[in-house]
C-alpha cells in the first residue's frame, strides 16, 4: 500500500493594479507552504523558477504550454476587467487579487479553489463549474458573472487548472524540492534588555533568529516557571527565508536576576536553548 504522502498547500497569488483606462500591471508569485518558488513580474513574459527545482516533476513541454496559457490569461484578463470597469463605471484606481491553489490530502480528493477580491475585499470565488458570487458582493458583480459564465472555454480551463493541474504540480514539485522543504534549521538565541524610561523597569527582549520551519516555542522563565507576563511577538521573515520571533518582558529591575528565556524549536530535539539574563546584556 502507498504510504501516506505528507505534502504542502500550493498557493498562487496575483495583484493587478488599474490605475486608469489604459494602464494597468498584474504581478504574480507562487508559494509551497511559506516557500516562494516562482515570481511572475509585470516587465517579464515568463514566469521565473526562484528554485532550481520549482518546475516540478513537469516537462518542458508541460511547463511551456503553461506559461503560454498564463501569457494569454494576463493580456485577457486585463483587457476584459478594463471593459467591465467601463460597463460598471468603476472608479480608478482599482485593485483585483486572485489568491488560488490547491492542497493534496493523503487518502482523499484535492482541495482546490480561488478567490478574487476587489479593493481587498472577496467579491467572487470559482466554485464547482462556474463563478459565484460571495453573499455580500456588490450588486454590479453579479452583471459581470453573467458575461464571465458564458464564457465556457474559460471555465473548462479554470476547471481542468484547479482539478488536475493544480494537484499534479503539487505533489511533483513537493517531490523535488522535499530535501529543502523539509530542512531544519537551528536558531540562533540571545537577550537584550533597556531601562523603561522615566521608571526602574527593564524591558527584556529574548531573540530568536534563523530557524526553519516556522513554528517555534520561546518563554520567559522565572524559578522554573513560565513567566506569565511574557508577551509574544509575531514570528516574522529574514530575507534568508528563515524566521525570527522575539518575547519580550517588562519587569522591576530588582525582579531581573533569576530570569531565564527558554527556546525550543524542532531542529532542536528536546535541547531547549536556555539563556540567563545578566547586566552584560543591558544596551
Ligand atoms: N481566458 C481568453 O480570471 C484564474 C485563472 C484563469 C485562467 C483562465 C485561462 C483562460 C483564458 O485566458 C481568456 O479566453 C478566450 O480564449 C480561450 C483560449 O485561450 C478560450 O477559447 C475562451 O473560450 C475564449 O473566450 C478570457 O478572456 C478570460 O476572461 C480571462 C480572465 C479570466 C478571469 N476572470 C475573472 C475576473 C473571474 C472572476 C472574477 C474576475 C474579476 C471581476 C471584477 C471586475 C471588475
Known sequence: ??????????????????TNRSWSRTDG???????QIHTWSHDS????????????????????QLQHLFRVYRSSFSRDMQEFARI?????????????????????????FIHVAFQGSSIVHFQGTSWVAVPDAPQWVGKIL????????TRATVQWLLN????QFARGVFEAGKSELEKQVKPEAWLTGARTP?????????????????????????GGQEHPDTQQGDTVPNTDGTWYLRVTLDVAAEQAAGLACRVNHSSLGD?????????????
Open 164 to 167: 488536475d493541474t493544480c494537484p
Open 45 to 64: 513574459d515568463i514566469i521565473r523558477y526562484l528554485k532550481p527545482w520549482a518546475g516540478g516533476t513537469f516537462t518542458d513541454q508541460q511547463w511551456e
Open 198 to 222: 522615566g521608571s526602574d523597569h527593564l524591558l527584556l527582549v529574548c531573540h530568536v533568529s534563523g530557524f526553519y520551519p516556522k513554528p517555534a516555542w520561546a518563554m520567559w522563565m522565572w
Open 88 to 112: 460598471v463605471q468603476a472608479d480608478y484606481p482599482f485593485e483585483l487579487q486572485l489568491f488560488a491553489g490547491c492542497e493534496v490530502h493523503p487518502g482523499s480528493i484535492p482541495e482546490s
Open 1 to 18: 500500500s502507498d504510504a501516506p504522502q505528507r505534502t504542502l498547500p500550493l498557493h498562487c497569488l496575483q495583484i493587478s493594479s488599474f
Open 146 to 153: 453573467q458575461v464571465l459564465n458564458h464564457d465556457l472555454g
Open 271 to 283: 535541547q531547549d536553548i536556555i539563556l540567563h539574563w545578566g547586566e552584560k546584556d543591558l544596551v
Open 29 to 35: 508569485s507562487t508559494w509551497l507552504g511559506d516557500v
